[in-house]
């Protein structure tokens, strides 16, 4: 199944990105990018491989221990929604998904 990136997910992919780099360097930005790419790999084979966030139409599916990524299965593709870092305001990540 192919994955299809939404606005707000590029988005906050873009931005993650740029932070790591900031704090960490290009190299980790990459080695992230990376890792991004395996599980989007991985999840194009087992769709179901994240649990759902809660009672929602999302699933989540960890990248690494500090961001998870938030998708959404449609009849044809995978919907990548958000890219989320794990130690910000859940309430916010209530609030942004609810958006989509």
Do not use: C
């Not at 930005?29 to 991985?42: G, H």
């Not at 139409?57 to 998870?68: N, Y």
């Not at 449609?74 to 309430?91: C, F, G, M, R, Y």
């Amino acid at each position: 199944m192919k994955a299809v990136w939404t606005p707000l997910g590029l988005k906050s992919l873009e931005a993650a990105t740029s932070f790591i780099e900031e704090q960490w360097g290009e190299a980790v930005a990459n080695t992230f990018l990376d890792q991004f790419d395996k599980r989007i790999e991985q999840l194009k084979r087992a769709t179901h491989i994240g649990p759902t966030y809660e009672q929602t139409k999302f699933r989540q599916l960890l990248i690494h221990p500090l961001v998870t990524l938030y998708y959404e299965l449609k009849t044809n593709h995978i919907s990548l929604v958000l890219v989320w870092a794990n130690k910000q305001d859940p309430e916010e990540l209530r609030k942004r998904l609810k958006q989509v």
